[in-house]
């Protein structure tokens, strides 16, 4: 399902246009909950997120996405954690507005979607990080404080991959750098911070690294009452967090309850008293049923799962994804009719087709298009407006299949210049809201030249706007078709330079004064937009 992007450094709320109908909640969904409170002039503003006697989804590895995110908070969380994130591919990824899903995206290089949100978990979402370095956090708490209610440093992961990377559990053997990254977030963000723990092979030594971690100013702590090498099947210590809740004055968050504890809403109770906690955190009763956040009781498996697609297929959530959420819903039903044609889905669609919900996949997929087209129309017509009648134009794309290795317009241009004793090529890039795509001008002699078809990357942008400017002008761009000519030639001797003095080679990498005005934002870089 296609999604469109519109880079932006702006909150959601001041930069998405609500120029469509909203998509209802599944059926039994809660309003959405956000404190607020009353200012003397009547005013409401957004309280800073309370810990204190809620109900929180805990962050689960591929289970606390966007659309499990939502669902439980339709069915009465009061705090959902993403998934945990780790730093360094965060600060890969760039922000931006996907305006068809009307979602805030951060986007990695490769084109996936490492988090996606929205407006109606804003206030209500924490996000989880995974960092060993207190700088790196918190370059990455300010790259989504703004689209968040709070951040979290995760600091009982046992697994191998977040150890062995210093972060997760093997933090708790670090009490010094646990300091520096909860002490650098709190001076460094607005919003609260909290953290995730694993308790100590001693009730001392895991209520003084607590109170500890409490100097630090944190938020809230949560407390997975298990060792780190202890499992879902090893008992709680109820009687560690009943401790630590007494020992600080901070909300502590009691998590671990689900195998013991936690089979309907009732025993969220139970196991908030026999902890002493604020607030309790669930993980895998919640990823087995979301519907435990009710008041009212289970919902049927069936129900939970269809209302769980419907946020999947309405926020274009990666059918892996689905399928692997659903599958830890289904449990034992895995083997079942319906367990075997959800493991045989290889699609979204498939999946809904799987669960009688075809009609709903299309309706939505129908509304997706509808909203794509109404926006590339937009697009169109800006673009026409924004026409400058002094550039000259063609219809040309870049295919380096048509010239020889190492051998493109741009370089033919650059020569062309030198020759001629004009400056260097000036490159003026711009990526369009919509699709993604770049355009270039290139200005040459004061004449700016450019394509009107668009290219998927910038490089091949400037090519094409090069390619449009050695037409104009009659001169060779370096065609295979067009024979030897003097660029290719020198390039020929400088190879052979090459492969004779490999030790000493140069850079052959073209020389360029480029002037990129991009509109994607990326977490060092805050640079202008195309007019929108």
Request: hydrophobic content about 35%.
């Amino acid at each position: 399902m296609a999604a469109s992007h519109v880079a932006a450094a702006a909150p959601p709320d001041d930069a998405v246009k609500r120029r469509f109908p909203r998509f209802p909640p599944p059926p039994g969904a809660a309003a959405e909950p956000r404190e607020e409170a009353s200012t003397a002039t009547g005013m409401t503003v957004n309280t800073p997120l309370c810990f204190r006697g809620k109900k929180i989804l805990a962050p689960m590895v591929r289970v606390g996405t966007l659309p499990m995110r939502l669902l439980a908070l339709d069915y009465g969380a009061d705090i959902v954690y993403c998934e945990e994130l780790i730093d360094i591919k965060m600060l890969q990824c760039k922000r931006v507005i996907n305006e068809v899903l009307e979602t805030v995206d951060f986007i990695a290089p490769n084109e996936r979607v490492v988090f996606r949100t929205c407006e109606r978990e804003r206030h209500r979402v924490v996000f989880q990080m995974g960092s060993a370095d207190a700088e790196r956090a918190l370059a990455v708490a300010k790259l989504v404080e703004s689209d968040v209610a709070g951040i979290d440093i995760n600091m009982g992961c046992p697994k191998e991959y977040s150890t062995k990377a210093s972060m997760g559990a093997a933090l708790l053997s670090d009490p010094d750098k646990i300091e520096s990254i909860l002490t650098t977030l709190v001076k460094g963000i607005c919003k609260p911070v909290t953290c995730k723990i694993r308790i100590l092979p001693s009730v001392e030594d895991t209520v003084n690294l607590v109170k500890r971690i409490e100097k630090t100013g944190i938020a809230a702590i949560a407390v997975h009452g298990r060792k780190k090498e202890e499992r879902p099947q090893h008992p709680v210590h109820c009687d560690v967090i009943k401790a630590i809740s007494e020992a600080v004055s901070i909300p502590v968050i009691a998590n671990g309850g689900s195998h013991d504890f936690i089979k309907e809403y009732m025993d969220i109770e139970t196991f908030q008293k026999a902890t002493a906690a604020s607030s309790v955190m669930i993980a895998r009763a919640a990823m087995w049923n979301p519907s435990i956040f009710r008041k009212e009781g289970l919902f049927p498996l069936k129900e939970v799962m269809q209302d769980y697609i419907k946020y999947a297929v309405r926020y274009d959530n990666h059918y892996t994804n689905t399928k692997y959420c659903l599958c830890q819903m289904l449990r034992e039903q895995l083997e079942t009719t319906q367990g075997k044609k959800l493991h045989a889905a290889q699609s979204t669609q498939e999946i809904c087709e799987a669960f009688e919900m075809a009609d709903f996949y299309e309706e939505t997929t129908a509304i997706f298009e509808a909203k794509k087209t109404s926006l590339e129309t937009e697009t169109q017509d800006e673009d026409d407006q924004m026409e400058d009648p002094d550039v000259i134009k063609m219809a040309v794309r870049f295919d380096k299949r048509e010239y020889p290795p190492q051998i493109t317009p741009k370089m033919y241009l650059l020569e062309w210049c030198r020759k001629e004793k004009h400056p260097q090529p000036v490159y003026e890039t711009v990526q369009r809201p919509l699709d993604r795509l770049f355009c270039s001008v290139v200005t040459v002699a004061e004449q700016k030249y450019r394509s009107t078809l668009w290219d998927k990357s910038k490089k091949l942008a400037e090519q094409a706007a090069a390619i449009v400017c050695l037409r104009t002008l009659g001169v060779p761009e370096g065609k295979l078709c067009e024979g030897e000519t003097h660029l290719i030639n020198k390039r020929k001797r400088e190879d052979r330079e090459c492969l004779n003095n490999r030790d000493h080679g140069e850079d052959l990498s073209e020389p360029s004064h480029k002037k990129a005005n991009f509109i994607a934002e990326t977490s060092d870089m805050n640079v202008p937009k195309m007019p929108r």
